[in-house]
């Protein structure tokens, strides 16, 4: 099965993902990539007495159709020495610089291998608090991120990207505001991205403008009582300003946690979708929906039954990974091992939408997004319960929620997560993750500092069978990445392509809210935002996204911070 590979989509494997040899000249094809992460992770069918062959073969064809791809360390590592197949972990901070600095180890192998890292630094006593064994005084979550910061900035993920990592602080921690203004300054922690992790309370607060309690972490003790409605302010400053911080809602989050006997979840990996507990792992894959479509005489429809058939292969597929992957640490394997999440999602869904003709701003367009993800939902849980009764449960199943609600064993704690797809949805060449499309014509900066420009494959094919795509139409959209106005174009065409600053903030959001209320995990989705946007726009969705029962939410306001990797037509703001 050969492709005709995208400038982008071969300039990323070439760069990241295919084999290369001592002088780094690249010796291996994507379908021989394939072959090899096919052939790696089917070996794990050998535990279960299972054919590796054939499963080999399954798992191949999955992949080499673009039908489903795993996270990219799978991808990079399956089949070589380093053998690291997980995406995302999180590690635990424990107030005391020997917990600190070991950390910052793991957190160096940890990326060395591939994944990224998300962290709590909420145990951290504040700034300028007592330390009895030097009687001197803390310096606070915030300074001890730049030294992850700055162990991120030597080391690359995998060799062969820049280490990602989450830094998460409590709302009522005393160093919040703090943390909540350090980007400010845009030198400062340049490897994390940050999110604020928001309690019900808080929100209470916010609600009736009440006063909220600032908490020592060292002895509980009360701090001071501040604005809740300041507080909140000045998080919608700083998106405003940075689009940072981003917001996790824990309560939501640990009210979903399924072994809450084992710990809260206070912290997930870089991009927000994935909650874990400290030192847990998890690997993920996406579903191609463009690849899930059937061309009927009324047009292209949801081929229900080719979904029905790749969730199984991708659910094996991934407890397969956690079966066979080498972990970086000791504690993670155990943890991994012992809860064997997966995270099961989807990409091209804008494409998908397109190619059915509905518009991403539309009630249909939530109301597939429930669809949808509630077909996967149903059927990938059906999948790990059925690979329980042959494997057996995840052995921190006694005592989960599953237990206690006297649910059929699952092999897997979680099975559904919507992750962003950056670098997948480059290689299948369809839209990413659930985002609408940014532009119609983009210029992306990839890994070596390369510039990309790309026209939308889906809006070529669609410009072309409607007639439309004129040379005039073509450079225009190339230059400023949006259809011209000056045109005669249907405004059923105009809505069909409307780039995602140009969607309202709300839709955004319900279509996130959407696929959440399907999602074991969470739902990786930037909220973009028109550089013209107020701040209150900004309140409205935070405010939906936490009546909508979303995990968290990220907002960006285009051309608010320097090095956007991703702007419109030749690199024009949107």
């Given at each position: 099965m050969v492709h ?6 071969l300039?990323?494997l070439e760069s990241r993902?295919?084999r290369?040899?001592?002088?780094g000249?690249?010796?291996?094809r994507?379908?021989?990539m394939f072959e090899r992460v ?6 794990a ?13 399954l798992?191949f064809d999955a992949m ?15 089949g070589?020495d ?7 972990f999180?590690l635990p901070?424990e107030?005391?610089?020997?917990s600190?600095?070991?950390a ?7 990326h060395q291998?591939?994944?990224g ?5 909420s ?9 009895s064994?030097?009687?001197?005084i ?15 900035d030597?080391i690359k993920?995998g060799?062969?990207?820049r280490?990602a ?11 919040i ?6 980007k ?9 991205n940050?999110?604020?992790?928001i309690?019900d ?6 609600e009736?403008?009440?006063?909220f309690g600032l908490?020592n972490?060292?002895?509980a003790s009360?701090?001071?009582k501040i604005?809740?409605r300041r507080i ?7 998106i405003?300003n940075s689009g940072?911080p981003?917001?996790?809602f824990?309560d939501?989050i640990?009210r979903h946690?399924p072994?809450?006997?084992l ?8 991009c927000g979708?994935?909650p ?9 894959g996406?579903?191609?929906?463009t ?5 009927t005489?009324a ?7 080719r ?12 407890d397969?990974?956690v079966?066979?992957?080498r972990?970086?640490l000791?504690?993670v394997?155990t943890?991994t ?5 997966i995270g ?5 869904f804008?494409?998908m939408l397109i ?5 991403y701003?539309?009630h249909?367009?939530v109301d597939?997004?429930?669809k949808?993800?509630s ?7 059906e999948?790990?319960?059925e690979?329980?009764?042959?494997r ?8 989960s929620?599953y237990?206690r609600?006297t649910?059929?064993?699952?092999r897997?704690?979680?099975v559904?997560?919507i ?6 949805s480059?290689?299948a060449?369809c839209?990413s993750?659930i985002?609408?499309l940014?532009a119609?014509?983009?210029t992306?900066i990839?890994?070596?500092?390369i510039s990309?420009?790309?026209l939308?494959?889906?809006f070529?094919i ?8 004129s040379r005039?139409l073509e450079t225009s ?10 045109l005669p174009?249907?405004?059923w065409f105009r ?6 600053f ?7 959001v319900r279509?996130?809210?959407?696929f959440?209320?399907?999602?074991d ?6 909220i973009?935002?028109?550089a ?8 409205d969705a935070?405010?939906?996204a936490y009546e909508?029962?979303c995990?968290?939410i990220?907002l960006?306001?285009?051309?608010s911070?320097t ?12």
């Open positions: 005709e590979w995208g400038e982008s989509a300039r990323i993902y295919l290369k040899n001592d002088r000249i690249v010796i291996e994507p379908e021989e096919a052939r790696h992770v089917a070996g069918e050998k535990t279960f007495h299972e054919d590796p062959d054939r499963w080999e073969r798992f080499a159709s673009l039908s489903f791809l795993p996270n990219s360390p799978t991808l990079m590592n399956a070589r380093l053998g690291q197949l997980a995406a995302c999180v901070v107030d005391s610089l020997e600190i600095f070991e910052v180890k793991n957190t160096a192998l940890i291998s591939g994944g890292t998300g962290f709590s630094f145990s951290l006593r504040p700034k300028n608090d007592y330390v064994t030097t009687s001197g803390a310096s606070g979550p915030v300074s001890f991120m730049e030294v992850f910061n700055t162990a991120t030597i993920q060799g062969t990207r280490g990592n989450m830094g998460v602080l409590r709302i009522d921690h005393p160093d505001e703090e943390f909540i203004t350090v400010r300054n845009p030198l400062k922690l340049t490897s994390f940050l999110s604020v992790g309690t309370e808080f929100m209470r607060a916010v009736q403008d009440g006063l908490i972490p060292r002895n009360l701090v001071n604005s809740a909140f302010d000045l998080i919608i400053e700083c405003w940072e981003g917001i996790l824990l939501e640990n946690n072994t809450p006997h710990g809260s979840i206070e912290s997930t990996n870089p979708e994935q874990l507990l400290p030192f847990e792992s998890c690997t993920l996406s579903i191609n929906l690849k899930m479509l059937k061309k005489q047009g292209h429809e949801i081929d229900w039954d979904l029905a058939e790749i969730i199984p292969l991708a659910v094996r597929f991934l397969d990974v079966e066979i992957n972990y970086p000791p504690q394997e943890i091992r012992g809860n064997r999440k099961l999602g989807i990409m091209g804008a494409h190619l059915m003709r509905i518009p701003a539309s249909t367009s597939l997004a429930s949808i993800m077909f996967i939902q149903e059927k990938a849980h999948v790990s319960c690979l329980a009764v042959t057996g449960a995840f052995p921190n199943f006694p005592g929620s237990d609600q649910r059929p064993p699952m897997n704690a979680t559904t997560t992750a962003p797809t950056g670098s997948l480059l290689i060449g839209s993750g985002e609408p940014f119609l014509s983009s992306r990839i890994p070596g500092s990309v420009e790309e939308d494959p889906v070529r669609v410009a072309e069978e409607q007639g439309f795509l005039e959209v190339r230059e400023k990445g949006l259809l011209p106005d000056d174009l249907p405004g809505d069909l392509f409307s780039p995602a140009f969607i309202p903030p709300s839709q955004h279509i996130q809210g959407a959440q209320q399907y999602t995990n969470a739902v990786s989705k930037t973009n935002l028109p013209s946007v107020s701040p209150d726009v900004i309140r935070i405010l939906l909508l029962k995990r968290g990220t960006y306001r285009d051309q911070r090095g956007q990797i991703l702007t419109c037509g030749t690199g024009m703001p949107c």
